[in-house]
């Protein structure tokens, strides 16, 4: 089982530049997530959205937008990176028995 | 969404047992439990969840007390490997899913 993918592993961006993170997930569930990571801290929740078709703010989600495409995908864009944006991004998915991570993306904006 | 509190770090000697507490004082009738950690340079992964009795698994035990208002983690026989930033959370209070956040957690150090 692949459960949740996320793509690319590894972005270096120009500030000003634009870019999507790629999540999807093969457990049909209906919620999805995207966190941000700073180093030496937690996880922060930038956009969620609890079935196909709906999507909320989070705590932090200024600079991004989020398209939930289906059911199975979940993108985040950053329209024009800035430095304050380096982080690492988790995406995860979930339903009652609980929430799958996928691996991260480490993104660096110069 | 209902609040966790968790002290920010712990220490273990290996192979003795571990227990993490969690507070949740204002957890609803319908949030479950949940406990995930976080290794070094990976992500979060899913330990152990209950709603109102004490639960077991391979990884770990969770104790819930009877108000529901606090539960712990115990892992039985802590590794080395077992070093990680635990997080408890309350998730699906409502049927529609909510929106998972997560605090900051309790880094556990083992020591050998």
């Known amino acids: 089982n692949a459960g949740v993918t996320q793509t690319p592993k590894f972005q270096v961006l120009k500030t000003g530049q634009s870019m999507t993170l790629q999540c999807a997930q093969d457990?049909?569930?209906?919620?999805m997530y995207w966190y941000r990571q700073d180093p030496g801290m937690g996880l922060r929740l930038i956009y969620y959205s609890a079935s196909e078709g709906t999507t909320d703010k989070g705590e932090v989600p200024n600079g991004y937008n989020v398209s939930r495409l289906n059911k199975r995908e979940f993108s985040l864009r950053l329209e024009s990176a800035a430095p304050s944006q380096t982080s690492v991004y988790f995406c995860?998915?979930?339903?009652?028995?609980?929430?799958?991570f996928g691996q991260g993306t480490r993104l660096t904006v110069v | 969404d209902a609040k966790t509190t968790q002290p920010n770090s712990m220490e273990s000697n290996e192979e003795e047992p571990v227990h993490l507490p969690c507070n949740h004082s204002?957890?609803?009738?319908?949030?479950?439990i949940h406990w995930y950690r976080q290794l070094p340079s990976q992500g979060p992964e899913y330990v152990i969840h209950?709603?109102?009795s004490n639960v077991n698994n391979r990884m770990a035990s969770l104790a819930i007390a009877e108000d529901r208002k606090s539960s712990t983690l115990i892992l039985h026989r802590a590794t080395l490997r077992d070093a990680a930033v635990y997080y408890c959370?309350?998730?699906?209070?409502?049927?529609?899913?909510?929106?998972?956040?997560f605090g900051g957690g309790t880094r556990l150090m083992v020591k050998p």
């Open positions: 209950g709603l109102t």
């Open positions: 204002t957890i609803s009738g319908t949030d479950y």
């Open positions: 995860a998915s979930s339903d009652r028995l609980g929430a799958f």
């Open positions: 959370i309350l998730h699906w209070g409502n049927n529609a899913g909510n929106m998972l956040t």
């Open positions: 457990m049909n569930h209906n919620s």
